[in-house]
């Protein structure tokens, strides 16, 4: 009997140790950067404490990643915004180039929605609010006139995501689209890496799991200024999109069907451009947008193993500064800051029109209603990947 109350005791105390360092693995995420960072501003000024909050039951706060040469990417988990992108210039000097906020606050209040957010279950537009699978039409939220944008009312950026890891240059954030959120079907299990790397590079890696067959197309949605957020507009922004061609839209800017050639047209940035150069062209499509605002189809002749191009290469003078974007997927949305209208940002900065841009890498909009464009189609039993890389580097 002793030998037996001994094995008891002895196996509860394995059962208690394994239960404990699961315990403290579930917690890592929450502490480790805690630990790291032990400070109470980031590098770019932003307060730990103004992103800390509780919301629908699950902790908020600020999470940063770190590389040798000194770049820092705050992120919050409330939308999984990157919130501050610190990056050298030509002489080494670190500026933030993302448009943001200074606390959650001002994100959960709705303002610049989209700023630094994760975007899904569709990034971009669809026709119609609508979509038809296997017979089965689905209604989707109307929130952009007659359209679905970005994912409805309470997209993936209006939500609160759990943080599985995060380390120096690492954060992994998940969750659990229920079935029928904002009109789409299947429960969609969401999991998003961001990894910094010592080239500067900030990878994005997407991967969704669906128990019903469902429509995804997830996007990130940072405004880039590369002379640092606040600091004028992007109009001097040098731009090559490595594309021949576009997908025109209509005055709803849903895309008309077809792919047409950029050759001759004020869409063609195939040799470097300032994005001003012919931003006011009395091209309908460029009034259509109110500038541009538009996908562009990527050229995946060179792409590598692993399936991923070079999308797009924005080059700022002044700084050097250079941002290379690489992507698996088949299209890239630029979006030029039409709709920005003198916002107050962080350090109590203006985000004036068209103060920045947007480089979103994605599958073409409209892709549901559009045979002819690649599927984004997601069954169960397969696996929804898409990567996305923002690169920065500086010339002389």
């Known amino acids: ?83 501050s992108l610190m990056v050298p210039d030509k002489n080494g000097a670190l500026t933030d180039v993302v448009l943001g906020f200074p606390t959650l606050e001002e ?4 303002k610049g929605r989209f700023f630094g957010a994760m975007v899904g279950r569709y990034g971009n537009r669809i026709g119609g609010a609508a979509f038809t699978i296997d017979g089965t039409r689905y209604e989707l939220v109307k929130n952009n006139g007659e359209n679905h944008l970005h994912g ?10 759990e943080v599985v890891s995060a380390s120096d240059n690492h954060i992994s954030f998940q969750r659990t689209s229920p079935d029928m959120e904002e009109g789409y079907p299947g429960n ?30 997830l996007t990130h949605h940072s405004y880039f200024n590369l002379k640092g957020a606040g600091n004028g507009n992007v109009q001097d922004h040098l731009l090559y999109i490595n594309a021949d061609g576009y997908t025109p839209v209509d005055e709803g800017l849903i895309p008309l069907g077809h792919i047409e050639e950029v050759a001759g047209s004020p ?33 995946t002749s060179s792409a590598d193993a692993e399936g991923i191009s070079l999308a797009a290469r924005v080059t700022e003078p002044a700084s050097g500064r250079v941002m290379e974007v690489f992507t698996n997927e088949p299209g890239v949305q630029f979006y030029g800051g039409n709709f920005m209208d003198n916002l107050s940002g962080k350090q109590n900065k203006v985000y004036e029109f068209r103060g920045a841009l947007c480089l979103e890498t994605q599958h073409y909009p409209n892709s549901p209603n559009q045979d002819n464009f690649p599927s984004t189609l997601l069954a169960p039993g397969d696996t929804y990947k898409s990567v996305c890389i923002y690169k920065f580097s500086a010339t002389p």
Not at 14 to 26: M, P, R, S, W, Y
Not at 280 to 291: A, F, R
């Open 267 to 299: 869409f063609d940035f195939k040799t470097p451009k300032t994005i001003g150069q012919d931003v006011d062209s009395e091209h309908e499509q460029i009034k259509l947008g109110g500038g541009y605002d538009h996908n562009f189809v990527i050229n």
């Open 188 to 217: 969609l299990k969401v999991k998003v890496d961001y990894t910094l790397d010592d080239d500067n590079a900030l990878r994005i890696d997407y991967t969704a799991t669906t128990d019903k067959k469902t429509h995804v197309n």
């Open 107 to 110: 994100y959960t209040s709705g």
């Open 1 to 83: 009997m002793k030998n037996l109350y001994s094995f008891i005791f002895y196996g509860a105390l394995v059962f208690l140790t394994i239960g404990a360092c699961k315990e403290k693995t579930q917690n890592k995420a929450d502490n480790s950067m805690e630990v790291a960072n032990n400070k109470e501003t980031t590098v770019s000024g932003l307060s730990y404490n103004a992103f800390v909050d509780t919301l629908n039951n699950i902790p908020v706060k600020l999470y940063v990643l770190k590389n040798k040469n000194g770049v820092e990417a705050a992120f919050t988990n409330y939308g999984q915004r990157l919130v």
């Open 152 to 161: 409805g009312n309470v997209g993936f950026e209006s939500v609160v995501w």
